[in-house]
Every structure is written in C-alpha cells, then in structure tokens.
C-alpha cells in the first residue's frame, strides 16, 4: 500500500509530527491525512499505527514531500519512506544527477552514502535515476571544486560530502554553528550534519534516524 | 561648516579633521603621510603638493552640498562611491582609509577573506574546511597593486548588486565585496558557487587573492 503523503506549511519544519491511532482501515486512513487532524493519534510507536497492524500485510508506504526551512534556508525534503518491520524502515532516495555522470563516482558516492545512513533501524536506498520524473529531486553536479549544497554537487567531493547533502533530502537540518542561523543547535564535531571532513571521522547518531522515522508519524 | 558642527562635542580630539573625515573627501594631507606610505606609495608626497589644495577644495564643497542635501540617495546608488574610486584613479592617490575587503568564508565550507587597505597592508585569512581556526597571512601592497585593484573594481562597477535576492538552499553561501572609503561604502555579492557565470566577482578574487597568496 502506498500513502501519498504531503506535508505542507512551514508549521512541520519544527514541529515534531503527532502519531496515529485506532486506525479503521485505508479509508479511514484516507480520511485522516485528508483531514489533516493527525495530532493526537499516537500509534503503538512499533513503526506501524496500531490500526494498520492489524489491517495491512506488507510494507506501507509514505512519500514525503515537505517544504523545509531552517532560519534563512530553505529546500524540499523528498523521499519514500517504507516501513519493512517494527521501528524498521527503508528511506528510498531517489536522485537525478544533472551534470557530467561517472559511475564510479556515483558508486563510491552511493556507498557511502548508504553505509553512513543506514543504522539505528533505518535502511537508506539511494538510486541515481536517468529521468528527473522519477526522481524526488534533482542534484547538479559540476566539473571540479565548489561549495556543495543541498542543489549542487562537485565531482570533486566526496561520499562523506554526498551523504551530509543527502541528510537534507531526508529532512535533516545543519548542526554546524551558523551566523545566518543562530538558533541553530550545534551537533556533536563528529556528527555529519556538524562536518563532512574524514579527519573528524563524521557518523550518523540515533537521533537522525528518529527524525526520519518520526515523518511516518511514529515518535 | 560641519566643524561648526562638532564645536559642542568635547570628546572629539581634532573636531575639523573628523569634519572632513565624515564627509568623506580628503586624501591624506602631506603631513599625516607616514614612512609607510613613503615606502609604499612611491611619489606621493610629490603629488599631494601638486594641486592638491584646489581640486579638494572644489571636490569637498560639491560633495559636501551634494551629501548633505541628498545622503540616502548617494548611499543607495552607490555615486557617492563611484565618484571616489574614479578619483584615485584620476588622481593617482589612495586614501589611507580606503578598506576592500574581499568574503568567501563559509561556517562548513571554510574559504577566505582578504582585506586590502589604502596604506598598502593586506591580510588574508584562510580556513579549511572543518578548521575551527583560520590561517593569516599579511604581506604590503604596492601603489601599482592598489592601483590595480581600484580600477578593476572600477571596471565591474562594484557598487551595483545585480544577483537578486532568493533564500539560499542548506550549505549555499555568498561570497562578496565590501568597499569603504569615508563615509562611502558600497559593494555587492554573488553565489560562491555562480560567480564564474558574471566574471565580476571572480576577477576581484582572483587579483585579490593573488596579491594575498595562502
């Protein structure tokens, strides 16, 4: 089953997402996201909502699509998030690389990309696709060195660069200190949200992991 | 007229110089000219005392009645500024108080900022990526190399900002110039990563950075 969701407003950029409960089935699921009255919900925090436990076989399915803010910045977290189990789930990433293309650049950028991301219950599939219609977004990638963002890459940077940018696709803010942003909580130095530089030997923490997973309305 | 100003303002050592300094139009009088700038800024002396006294006169009564009647104005076109910069090439002669300070230093990307000052010195500060602290170099700048710069920076029309305004996406930075000369100050900035699409910005970093090697 798959669940179109979209969240939208800049309310959900801060605010941590309500949980589902007593769910009746697709319709009433249907109906809910509909509504928008997800709030007050709660589920059995398994990953599944307690009604979908009961409802649903298989994996189900959420694309996230939400405008995301973080004081001056401002993107688009697009991705696919599956649930495959209890507090389990794969974050299916799906990218168009705009720009000189080079496999194994891509495979190295893949690899660690995924190794990084996948952790703490969550899986990250990252696929390069051909078309930008099948994408959740498009990256460009340039010739050289550059300041990579969450939009533009170099073929210069490397995985750990291509994993922090990714972080962005799967909702997660920079914990590094910014003046543009100085409300900013700053991560640990070896947070790869904090830095992307091999000497500080960057990593993923747990928390990430929950702040993806909590999109699927799951503290 | 603006010294009348200040005859109220105890604190203010030397209330006529801090006059002309506010309105932004002296060139350093001969005798405020330092060793540095006799090293520094070969013939200067010659050209301070060679029709100096005229021209300023003229220049400072315009642009005192032009600023005091429309400042806002010359402040956002950035005239005032032009005006100025096309002097020093006229003139041949650099203010001490002339600051060019070129900004790509990004919290997660690093980069450097190089500041260049009428009285030759230069200072560059370089981070790495991930370095909480920057590296400085500092090293004295000819005539000819100030020279150089001002009319680049004449050439690109740095007072006019033509890169709109848009909210940048996570880890997008600026880099940018910042001119201050006086009272006048100006400047504009681009996207790091585009600057090679306008050619402004590029060529002021790299004559800039070149004057201030890492």
């Known amino acids: 089953m798959v669940i179109v969701l979209i969240l939208v407003g800049p309310g959900v950029t801060q605010a941590k997402p309500g949980c589902i409960r007593g769910l009746e089935g697709l319709d009433a699921l249907v109906e809910l996201l509909d509504s928008g009255e997800l709030q007050d919900l709660d589920s059995d925090c398994d990953g599944l909502p307690d009604g979908r436990d009961e409802y649903f076989d298989g994996p189900v399915t959420v694309e996230i699509e939400a405008p995301w803010t973080d004081g001056v910045y401002s993107w688009t977290a697009a991705f696919t998030l599956t649930t495959i189990g209890e507090g389990e789930h794969t974050a299916t990433l799906g990218i168009h690389l705009d720009g000189p293309r080079d496999a194994q650049r891509e495979e190295g950028w893949e690899r660690a990309a995924e190794d990084l991301w996948s952790r703490d219950g969550l899986t990250l599939d990252l696929v390069f696709v051909d078309s930008a219609a099948e994408a959740h977004s498009t990256v460009q990638v340039r010739h050289g060195e550059g300041w990579a963002n969450a939009g533009t890459w170099f073929t210069a940077d490397d995985g750990l660069v291509v994993a922090h940018e990714l972080g962005h696709q799967l909702g997660l803010w920079d914990e590094y200190p910014d003046p543009a942003v100085p409300t900013r909580p700053v991560g640990a130095t070896d947070s790869i949200m904090r830095s992307a530089r091999a000497a500080d030997r960057p990593r993923s923490y747990p928390r990430h992991q929950e702040a993806i997973q909590a999109l699927f309305r799951c503290p | ?214």
């Open chain 2, 1 to 214: 007229m603006l010294a009348a100003l200040f005859s109220d303002c105890p604190q203010l050592p030397d209330q006529s110089e801090y006059a002309e300094a506010t309105i932004g139009l002296l060139r350093p009088r001969s005798s405020s000219i330092t060793a540095l700038d006799a090293n520094v800024l070969p013939g200067t002396h010659l050209a301070y005392h060679s029709g100096m006294t005229a021209r300023t006169s003229l220049h400072r009564l315009a642009l005192a009645a032009l600023l005091l009647l429309t400042p806002l104005l010359i402040s956002a076109t950035g005239a005032g500024l032009r005006t100025e910069l096309e002097g020093i090439l006229v003139d041949g002669l650099i203010p001490r108080d002339l600051v060019i300070t070129y900004e790509a230093m990004h919290p997660f990307h690093g980069g450097a900022i190089v500041e260049v000052r009428g009285d030759g010195s230069a200072l560059r500060r370089t981070r790495r990526r991930g370095d909480l602290q920057a590296s400085i170099r500092q090293v004295e700048l000819d005539r000819n190399d100030l020279l150089g710069l001002v009319g680049l920076i004449v050439e690109i029309e740095a007072w006019e900002q033509r890169v709109p305004e848009r909210p940048p996406l996570p880890d997008e930075g600026r880099a940018s110039l910042h001119i201050v000369l006086g009272d006048q100050q100006g400047g504009f900035w681009e996207w790091y990563n585009d600057m090679g699409e306008h050619d402004r910005l590029l060529r002021v970093s790299a004559l800039m950075t070149e004057l201030v090697p890492r």
